[in-house]
C-alpha cells in the first residue's frame, strides 16, 4: 500500500519559516519524481515545486522562488519543502505528491498524500 504522509505544518508569523517533510512508503521511491502543491481557503489548488528523481532538477513556482527549497532524500524516501520568508497568503493545505514522469502535471501524479496546514499569519 503506496502512503504519503506530510508533516511540519503549523502556525508561523509572516517572516518565518517552516520545514515540510514527506515520508513516502510503499513504491521505489528512486523512481518517481515528486512535487508539492498546495490549496489555500476557498481556492483552486496549485503546483508549489517538483524535483526530478535524482534531485537535480528542481522547479518552483514564480511566488516562491528565492523563499522555498525543495529536497529529496533517496535513501530515506523523505521529501522536504524549506519555506523561508513565508507571507500571509502562504496559508495552505499543503501536499506531497509522487509522478512516474518528470516534468510532472497535477493531473498526472500518481499518489498524493493527505496534506498538512500552514497558516502564516499577518
Known amino acids: 500500500q503506496v502512503q504519503l504522509v506530510e508533516s511540519g505544518g503549523g502556525l508561523v508569523q509572516a517572516g518565518g519559516s517552516l520545514r515540510l517533510s514527506c515520508v513516502v512508503s510503499?513504491?521505489?521511491?528512486?523512481?518517481?519524481?515528486m512535487g508539492w502543491f498546495r490549496q489555500a481557503p476557498g481556492k483552486e489548488r496549485e503546483f508549489v515545486a517538483a524535483t526530478s528523481r535524482s534531485g537535480l532538477s528542481v522547479d518552483y513556482v514564480d511566488s516562491v522562488k528565492g523563499r522555498f527549497t525543495i529536497s529529496r532524500d533517496n535513501a530515506q524516501n523523505m521529501l522536504y519543502l524549506q519555506m523561508n520568508s513565508l507571507k500571509p497568503e502562504d496559508t495552505a493545505v499543503y501536499y506531497c505528491a509522487a509522478d512516474r514522469d518528470y516534468p510532472i502535471s497535477e493531473g498526472g501524479m500518481d499518489y498524493w498524500g493527505k496534506g498538512t496546514l500552514v497558516t502564516v499569519s499577518s
Open positions: 510503499g513504491l521505489a521511491f528512486s523512481r518517481y519524481a
